[in-house]
């Protein structure tokens, strides 16, 4: 009986060693899933309405996670086996791509699905880390970073597929404006500002951040992708494409 009870015992230690324990644990809060606490609920709300935009009018879906450890594992095999279990993108289109931060070990990953390589090669996913994400990182700057990453990513997608984004959740009940000046204004300050996120400037994240914040509330309209756990994306795969650094 001892050994019987032993032997039981080396073997579900064992489970517990070699099984990707943080991987599975991790939980699916949507497109933004943060256990760490770096991002505020006004940044997950932005970054999440940028993505199911996003969604909505190309089909790509942008999820970025944050998480505080990856364990033993490489940053690339860590990303790879989240993007399979979550299946980001759909089945059909593998349009996905996945931004991960892994803090105690200084790496993030862009992981990019099948249907998305021609347009987020290696090369450019390692540029938009370096150009877009590292320099924040490097200064302690996370949520800059992090911030910066997703909308350089979605201002790629969006721009190849010309269309626009917007940073509201709803449309104004107010009566109609008796003049298209105001109008104009704001159109003309969003394309300056996304055309900043395009090109990676610091401008463009402030700009955003500051917009997001000034004289209208950004109440989520995710509510669904509360910590109970989001129910999954499409199905899609990665072939492990992307780019991975360190800071």
């Given amino acids: 009986m001892k050994n019987k009870l ?23 809060q949507g497109y933004v899933s943060d256990n760490t606490g770096t991002l505020s609920i006004k940044e997950k709300n ?10 909505q009018k190309t089909n790509s879906q942008i999820v970025t996670v944050v998480v505080n450890s990856i364990g033993n594992e490489t940053i690339d095999e860590y990303s790879n086996k989240l993007f399979e279990k979550w299946g980001i993108g759909d089945k059909k289109n593998n349009m996905g791509v996945l931004f991960i931060i892994a803090l105690k070990e200084k790496k993030t990953r862009i992981e990019v699905g099948y249907g998305l390589e021609g347009l987020i090669p290696d090369g450019r ?16 700057q996370f ?12 201002g790629i997608i969006a721009k190849h597929y010309k269309v626009p984004l917007s940073l509201n959740s709803h449309q104004p009940t107010a009566s109609k404006p ?14 300056i500002l996304f055309f900043s996120v395009f090109r990676g400037s610091r401008l ?19 509510s669904n992708f509360g910590g109970s756990g989001f129910g999954g ?5 990665s072939g492990g494409g ?6």
């Fill in 6 to 28: 032993t032997i039981k015992f080396i073997f579900i230690t064992a489970l517990i060693l070699f099984l990707p324990v943080k991987t599975l644990c991790i939980i699916n």
């Fill in 143 to 154: 949520i800059d970073g992090i911030v910066n990453g997703h909308l350089t990513i979605a």
């Fill in 233 to 237: 994306f499409g199905g899609g795969l």
């Fill in 46 to 55: 932005l970054l999440n309405r940028i993505s199911q935009q996003l969604y």
């Fill in 242 to 247: 992307g780019a991975s650094r360190g800071w």
């Fill in 204 to 222: 463009g994240l402030l700009g955003l951040l500051l917009l997001s914040g000034s004289g209208r509330s950004y109440s989520s309209s995710f």
């Fill in 125 to 140: 996913a390692g540029a938009v880390l370096d150009k877009n994400v590292l320099p924040y990182f490097k200064q302690g």
């Fill in 178 to 191: 008796t003049s298209n000046f105001p109008s104009a204004i704001i159109k003309i300050i969003l394309l």
